[in-house]
């Protein structure tokens, strides 16, 4: 393995995501989209159809769809949609069970010779189904029991057709190579906190002894820091499954009466880009408050409020976001002098594109900007789009929360499905994208590893800064002292 990078990007085998093998975003066009050939197989339940796209349908109709034949093949667009919500009704191993139980069945004739014609006939199909499960879901497979389930499949297919075998072995070295890296991965996010949470005695103290650099002192250049910034979004955004957004909000399917699989929620990657988002944020509070002058904390204000900027014009809106973020904790929105000091006209235009009023309605207009700006985008820089990662989750589950995952008959609600995979197959799209800036070492180690204050550390630098202003803030104040002299002598 090579050396972990501190700032966790890790290189990956190249893969190919499901969106990336449509148009920009498979759903955003039309119904025809969602049109297929029924399978031959009629007898597995029922399927409801509405201008001929499947509106619902029985689970074991969805899962005999699934599997393909001598002369059919599901859609590639109703393979991601299944692939990636059918764990609202099952686990995955359940799933790649009765996949696999289905395509060795349906080809059993009883004749050696004849069963070894149909597996041959029909081995291109399946290795083509179990790829793009791989590919496009590879984190399903940390379960030793799909390593199983695909290892058992290469052995039935090797008895029909060399061919398909091989590209059997291929794939799954390329899938043990993707989880790899993820373990990496891992490694690396466990590294970078470990190191972040090792924090000095006194932030402050050593800011007056001058022992402490500040972002400003490792790049003036706003733009230079915006590219970093996109970077470290880049390389986080593309460790994180699309399946973790539905495992994130899954619950136990009500027709169900085994433990569910959502008990342990596998949505480790999601939670440490959210965290991403939570430290910078912190980060950019700690900057503004931690200088003992208040030209100093003026200077950081102005330096984030260019970084916002260069965020909003690259595509970057998580950071955009967790930056204004931090500029509003009350620690720092209560500096009034500091603020007095800057001119607050860019930070005001970034905040009304941000204003969550009505739906956040102005980051949604120029996030399609950004995303039609990557559609016809002439190079890397322009393909960038890195949404407010927050409301993306919102939206996902007001999504699934607000629509039954099954109809009064039983059925699956197999337009909520498409809905979901429309979501998450846009940020798929986004995932794909290689970040075209340099990287600068020393840049990238600060934004991830350097310590930064608590909320009560930040109040309390807040009004070492800019003194009380009232009682409550006063009482506040010698709380907050009380309280942090007592953890430093324990």
Known sequence: IPPVRLWCSVNMPP????????????YNNNDN??????PMEASYGDMCYH??????????????????????YPDRSYVFTFLLSSRLFLNPYELMSRVCHLCVEQHRSGDLLLDKIRIRDVAPKIVQLLTEWTETFPYDFRDERMMRCLKEMSHHLARGDEYSWRAMQQMTQRLIRRLAALGQYEEAIATLNASAAERPAALKTKQHNGQRSDVLSISDDAFILAQQLTHIELDRLSFIGPEEFIQAFGVKDPLDNHKSFFRKRKTTNLEAYVAWFNRLSYLVATEICMPVKKKHRARALEFFIDVAREC??????????????????????????????VNTDKFDILEHQMDPS??????RTALRGATQRSITAHSNQEKIVIPFFSLLIKDIYFLNEGCASRLSNGHVNFEKLWDLAKQVSEFLVWRQVTCPFERDRKILQYL?????????????????????????????RRSLRSSLLHREHR
């Open 448 to 476: 991830v590893t350097t310590p930064v204050f608590t909320e009560d550390e930040l109040h309390l630098a807040s009004y070492e800064s800019e003194g009380p202003e009232n009682h409550m803030e006063k009482d506040s």
């Open 312 to 341: 909003f014009n690259i595509g970057n809106f998580n950071s955009l976001m967790a930056i204004i973020t931090g500029m509003n904790m009350s620690p720092v929105s209560r500096l009034k002098k500091t603020w007095s000091k």
């Open 51 to 72: 201008d001929n796209s499947l509106v619902s349908g029985s689970l074991e109709a969805l899962i005999q769809h699934l599997v393909p034949t001598v002369d059919y």
């Open 15 to 26: 893969t190919t995501p499901y969106a990336g093998k449509f148009s920009p975003s498979p």
């Open 33 to 38: 989209l969602h049109k297929y050939h029924q």
């Open 358 to 363: 009505s739906n956040f309605s102005n980051y």
